[in-house]
């Protein structure tokens, strides 16, 4: 059974603070890890899709890294409209982690 | 916008009572899923189709069935409702049925159960 881990569970940043969030996955067989951004009340927006290690995404200040075990976004010098929660997903259908809350505070 | 439509935004009925919700995915996109999100579980998988053909189930209680018309639009029942499936529900949709095929969400429906 696919499982994903993410941590941490909230995450407090200021402006301009850089970081990283970490998504651990359980796979019998990776076919694709997946980044999503949700805000509060909102469908979760496509960010990236990974699918083996050693693969880097980029987006404005966001960047996505996997390797066989785990998948951190990075955020560089983050926005208070960064703020949202990220989730980690493997797979089809979709198994998702918990998901990472971000605030960045101006 | 992802390009992946629901309807009705938000639904609030009372216990016992049955609802439909309804999905129209991207322009192109053959692959349908329903998800169900709720504080406590996070995004669960309920159901996908793929072309018109049930491919895959999840934790899909059975007062709950969907379809997948031929237009390719899909629709969720949810029936003898209880509190506990108070909820949003999202629709997404992708060109294919693998899992490399990225999954596009759609806005929600809040289903509010009285």
């Known amino acids: 059974e696919d499982q994903v881990t993410q941590s941490p569970e909230a995450l407090r940043l200021q402006e301009g603070e850089s970081s990283s969030l970490n998504c651990s996955y359980t796979?019998?067989?990776?076919?694709?890890l997946f980044w999503y951004r949700q805000d509060p009340g909102k469908g979760p927006e496509f960010l990236f899709t990974?699918?083996?290690a050693g693969e880097e995404k980029e987006k404005e200040r966001l960047k996505a890294t996997l390797t066989k075990k785990e998948s951190f976004l990075h955020i560089t010098a983050p926005k208070p409209e960064d703020s949202a929660t990220y989730l980690c997903a493997v797979n089809t259908p979709l198994v998702f982690g918990k998901g990472t809350r971000l605030s960045v505070i101006a | 916008d992802s390009g992946v439509t629901q309807t009705p935004k938000h639904l609030i009925t009372a216990t016992g009572q049955r609802v439909t919700l309804r999905c129209s995915p991207r322009s192109g996109d053959l692959s349908v899923y329903w998800y169900q999100q709720s504080l406590d579980q996070g995004l669960q998988f309920l159901i996908q189709y793929y072309n018109g053909e049930e491919r895959a189930k999840g934790n899909i209680l059975e007062r709950f069935s969907a379809q997948q018309f031929p237009d390719l639009h899909s629709e969720l029942n949810l029936s003898s409702l209880e509190l506990g499936d108070s909820a949003l529900y999202f629709c997404?949709?992708?060109?294919?049925?693998?899992?490399?095929?990225?999954?596009?969400f759609g806005p929600g429906t809040r289903l509010t159960v009285l």
């Open positions: 990974l699918y083996s």
């Open positions: 796979v019998s067989g990776l076919r694709g």
């Open positions: 997404a949709s992708s060109l294919g049925a693998s899992g490399q095929h990225t999954q596009y």
